[in-house]
């Protein structure tokens, strides 16, 4: 008989620290993909080079987080600072992958908000730096994130734990966020561009998946933070109403409340009315 090496908790904590080193290195690459997909420039080739002198990067050079404080930030051909982003994209990863772990277990569910939390990391940042959200990123996750979802609910159909609602209720979370943007960016040309509104279709599936509170805490939690945000930026004068702030990020930032948050607070919100 093997003996059981882990009992539930050991085994949720190794998972989850391995779901932190693996973020560690997904982030490395989204800092590639954050830097060239706007540039039109190839993700797998040629390989990371300093932005700055085009020194190119060895393997050791190249190890999330370590080499970035071994090298004590800056290049080893330039010396020039490497920018302190890059390592907090690495963090920054590393840290939602293990909280996906936790929150959702070893599951297609974990992969798919892990596969989801790491478009949302790139597309903030890329729509900060140039106000797009590209197609490229955005229109291939319409069929990962149905169909890691898709395997969850069929293993959970299985299981006889529900049906197929979940994924129906995702495909009319998904029409209807997006017809709200949609109608947002004609009524509101200004504040929001076809890129939101074809990432909300994308963010209504994923949060109407988990279920209706996530999809209503998300979006309207995207709202608030970027009202609160803007106004923040308008009032101290760092932004004026011309310069256009990027929408996407408080999408994305919304909707990761949704995805974490949502059930406890729309069910605590429903309390207050019963
Ligand atoms: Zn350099």
Redesign the pocket.
Known sequence: MIPELLDGTSARILATILAGVLGLVIGSFLNVVIWRVPRGESVVSPSSA?P??G?TLSWWENVPLISWVALRAR?R??R?PINLRYPLVELATGVLFALVLWHFGVTFTALAFAYLGAVAIALALIDLDVHRLPDSIVLPSYIVVPVLLGAQTLIDAHAGSSELWPLWRALIGAASLFAFYFVAAIVYPGGMGLGDVKLAGLLGFALSWLGWGPLIIGAFSAFLLGGVFSGVLLLTGRASRKSGIPFGPWMLAGAMVGVMWGRALWSSYLQIFT
């Open positions: 300093c700055r002198c020194h290049c051909a330039c020039l």
